[in-house]
């Protein structure tokens, strides 16, 4: 096709980046190998006002910067409308001066602001949905820690409820808060209905989007996985340390941290854990892994290699994620990468692992402390779900396959655009 001037508009981008951030960068990889010219516009809030250019891999990347102070509600408006009226006056006269060809917004703080300026200058837009910032204030549908069912709607009702575990010292005071909450939300999801398209990363983001945002209606919707380059990912022939569990992920309720030392204990499983990651839970997970007697390295956040290099080196994948994951990087990249995995069902987890076929996935804790123990006492179990892990997520999630559906795409959108005008 005729090569396009693409414009990724971004929350999160390398060196300093989560999965969201190195699946966009594996997209413009791609884009960039299929012959189009690609330029990154980095959302930053913290530190001073500032456009910053910099790059990254050769890729010009802008860093849009945003003073954003530490403070509670303020901290909210300012990442959220203050920045999307800024971000987006910057992105019109950008694109008054550097035409693009299509704009692609890649998570919460920059699809409205993308959106507001791809119809200002007449460029068709289309949006990633990641997770689900569009029909949960805090994109993650958990009412409390100790909720058992997930939120089943953004209501004035399911507010009253969520707001109090998060709120501290503020309590049911917060409750003033739902007024914004909810026009907050209305405007993400408005916006989001004008793009021109709307990509979930996932079956479950997407029938979640039919279902909870109405407005969605007539928006093209298509489901088009994280891309991830497999060439960096060759599987290790053999563990290369003594057995050993690992976990990567956020130290967080959404996680399900809170069922893995139990899960293990249950499972009967006395090799050491490996943890990658931190957040709120590790205090208190490292004080219960001591009363527990358990052996745990915890390694706090490491770079991408090393991560890759521990899922080399592991014997198995405990995933206990309790909120609904969107599609995890994680699991695609140890899929990738052979090593076997017991899982939570939760979110778009099944586009990845498909139970006993190419992993184990567990309804429960209870499930999932069984599905351990299994997984950890069968070798042959271990070689066979890691080998068939292998090759589906070679098949479903390699980037130069990802990234030909949405070069589909953007073709397809530009020339509905053309026949509009």
């Not at 939760?346 to 996935?361: F, N, R």
């Not at 130069?400 to 589909?408: C, D, M, N, P, Y």
Request: net charge positive; hydrophobic share 45%; charged share 20%.
């Amino acid at each position: 096709m005729t090569p396009l001037r693409v414009l990724l508009v971004t929350d999160s981008f390398p060196p300093e980046a989560g999965g969201s951030g190195w699946s966009t960068f594996a997209l413009a990889r791609q884009l960039r190998a299929r012959g189009h010219s690609v330029a990154v516009v980095q959302a930053k809030p913290g530190g001073e006002d500032d456009v910053r250019e910099t790059a990254y891999d050769d890729l010009p990347v802008t860093q849009f910067c945003r003073r954003v102070p530490n403070v509670p509600v303020v901290r909210n408006v300012l990442k959220n409308e203050r920045l999307w009226s800024a971000l987006s006056r910057y992105l019109t006269a950008r694109l008054a001066s550097a035409p693009a060809d299509i704009v692609h917004a890649q998570h919460v703080m920059t699809t409205v602001p993308a959106v507001r300026a791809g119809r200002r200058a007449g460029v068709p837009v289309v949006a990633t949905v990641r997770d689900y910032w569009p029909v949960c204030y805090w994109s993650d549908l958990i009412v409390s820690p100790s909720a058992t069912a997930l939120c089943p709607a953004c209501s004035v009702s399911g507010m009253r409820a969520c707001i109090p575990p998060r709120a501290g010292a503020l309590g049911k005071g917060a409750w003033s808060l739902i007024p914004y909450m909810r026009r907050n939300l209305a405007t993400k999801r408005r916006e989001l209905a004008h793009a021109d398209a709307v990509i979930a990363v996932s079956t479950t983001i997407a029938r979640d989007l039919r279902r909870r945002a109405p407005e969605l209606g007539n928006t093209r919707l298509e489901t088009i996985p994280n891309p991830v380059d497999m060439s960096e990912l060759e599987p290790a022939v053999a563990a290369s340390a003594a057995p050993h569990v690992l976990y990567a992920g956020k130290l967080a309720v959404n996680k399900g941290v809170q069922f893995l030392l139990p899960a293990l204990d249950a499972a009967g499983i006395r090799w050491p854990l490996v943890v990658i990651g931190d957040g709120p839970l590790r205090a208190s997970l490292e004080h219960e892994a001591r009363q527990r007697g358990r052996t745990v390295q915890w390694l706090g956040w490491r770079d991408r290699t090393e991560v890759l290099a521990a899922m080399r080196a592991a014997t198995l994948l405990a995933f206990p994620s309790y909120g609904p994951e969107s599609l995890s990087r994680v699991l695609i990249e140890a899929s990738a990468l052979g090593l076997p995995i017991s899982a939570m069902d939760t979110g778009g987890t099944g586009d990845v692992i498909q139970h006993e076929k190419t992993g184990l996935l567990s309804a429960t804790p209870d499930d999932f402390a069984r599905d351990l123990k299994r997984l950890a006492g069968d070798a042959t179990l271990r070689a066979r779900l890691g080998a068939a892990g292998a090759a589906h997520a070679r098949a479903h999630f390699e980037a130069s396959l990802v990234g030909e559906r949405v070069e589909a795409l953007y073709a397809s959108v530009i020339a509905a655009r053309s026949r509009d005008r």
